[in-house]
């Protein structure tokens, strides 16, 4: 198990809703195989008893005060860490699908690499890991944009299973427009950039218990259109400027 540099503050931060049949779980599975690691989660206006048990495990939660959406989520706990001065963010779905001392290789690439994201990807070989039609198409799809776009392969554009330096998190914590599904449009985004990301095979369980923000059969359609629109904007917004800046 890889041991946290005494020097750099990790925080994990765990985004949930509706999710009292997991998040006890997570918890304990990540003071038990990181237990140097600070953890946040951030609970996204639940209905269910997911801010009361986690109160009971004496981990610091962030009630918000209604349902704002997964990237809302994030971008609360991207601001609670600038300003407890962190110096390294986890990203940890409160669902158990993540496991936490995969976070180790994740620390162990940045260390390697020096690179402000880094990825836990589950097809970089594979492993397993079930992803319905609908969003292996999605990621195939993302994938071969990256590429196209920005040059760099990204196996697993959709994973939210991530660490992120504090250059990198500051600014998505700054964004005013942060997009509802942050997956390969901000990769994209970051790439013309010039932050430097990496990826790392690890592995991921199927969820057990609860509901998928993707589940169902129109829910990845309206995905995959959202992430494709915010990506056209992000297009137009930096892709003329970057080549610009490379004739120049």
Known sequence: MTVPCDKEKILVVIPAFNEEENIA??????KSDMPGLDLLVVDDGST?????????TMVPCLSLPFNI??????????KYAVTRDYDIVVQFDGDGQHI???????????????A????????IRSCGYRHSSARMLGTRLFRYLITAICGVTIHDPTSGFQLIKRRAFERFSMMHNFPYFPDANIIIEMLLHDFEIAEVQVTMRQREFGQSMHSGLLNPFIYTIKVMYSIFIIIIKY???RLAQKMT
């Open 25 to 30: 779980r997570v918890i304990d599975e990540l």
């Open 239 to 241: 892709l003329p400027v």
């Open 100 to 114: 936490a001392g995969e976070i180790g290789k994740l620390l162990d690439v940045q260390r390697e690499s020096g």
């Open 116 to 123: 402000d994201i880094v990825i836990g990807s589950r097809f």
């Open 48 to 56: 269910d008893r997911t801010a009361e048990l986690v109160r009971h």
């Open 69 to 78: 959406g997964y990237s809302g989520a994030l971008q609360a706990g991207y």
